[in-house]
């Protein structure tokens, strides 16, 4: 029988796949793996008004851009957050799986949970708050065993 395993943090995205022989140790093989492109990366160069040009009319006074509060940061980690969870629903429905395992970041565990599908969340095997998404394969799979 093979077993899911899924690593994330709000910039990477793996999935192992375990399979083991009655005569073998256990095997386990990355399938897909991506980087959530949107988590890189300062807000202050995506979101850039050129050098601080926001406001300069013509040398008037104008509107400033900066110290308004905005909750950029707080509402970009939470689509994050949902589209890995979408992910993983995606990935479990598809592959029929009847088990798999997660292990994500402390800051971000709780929430992914939260935005999964219940069928999805009742086949979780175990649930793992590390993130494991720098660790090498057979370290990864110490922590399922």
Not at 54 to 71: A, D, L, Q, R, S
Not at 107 to 127: A, F, H, T
Request: aromatic share 6%; with cysteine.
């Amino acid at each position: 029988m093979k077993k899911i395993i899924i690593v994330a943090d709000l910039g990477h995205f793996k999935v192992y796949e375990v399979s083991r022989n009655p005569m073998e140790s256990p095997r386990i093989e990355l399938k897909r793996s991506y980087d959530i492109v949107d988590a890189h990366g300062r807000f202050g160069d995506k979101l850039s008004d050129e050098a601080g040009r926001f406001g300069m009319n013509g040398g008037k006074k104008g509107i400033k851009g900066y110290g308004e509060p905005h909750n950029i940061e707080i509402e970009n980690r939470k689509r994050l957050i949902k589209q890995i969870a979408s992910d993983i629903n995606n990935l479990i429905n598809n592959t029929k799986a009847s088990r798999w395992c997660l292990a994500a970041a402390k800051g971000i565990n709780k929430q992914i949970l939260e935005n999964l599908d219940p069928s999805v969340l009742k086949r979780l095997q175990k649930n793992v708050v590390a993130d494991l998404t720098k660790k090498h394969k057979t370290e990864i799979l110490e922590y399922f065993e």
